[in-house]
């Protein structure tokens, strides 16, 4: 995990001054979206993609796709 977020920062708060706390990022787009209307083009990634990742973190666990499935007697 600690590797991800890692890479993550490396490859993109740099270059592309990007944020990985959605509140850094949600707050100024909606706060400059009257000089910038540009700045809330990619706000939906920060508001659906967790919601997605959610759920399909709850379908893997539910069927326990990462488990041994118990075997009946």
């Known amino acids: 995990m600690s590797s991800a977020i890692a ?3 490396a490859s ?5 001054r990007a944020s ?3 509140a ?3 707050g100024p787009a ?12 990619q706000l ?3 508001i659906i993609a967790p919601l997605i990742g ?3 973190a709850g379908f893997v ?13």
């Open 12 to 16: 993109s708060i740099r270059s592309r």
């Open 20 to 22: 990985l706390n959605p």
């Open 24 to 26: 850094r990022s949600i």
């Open 54 to 56: 959610a759920g399909a």
């Open 30 to 41: 909606l706060v400059g979206i009257g000089s910038n209307p540009g700045a809330v083009a």
């Open 61 to 73: 666990c539910r069927t326990g796709a990462l488990f041994d499935a118990p075997k009946k007697a």
């Open 7 to 9: 890479g993550s920062r």
């Open 44 to 46: 939906w990634l920060f």
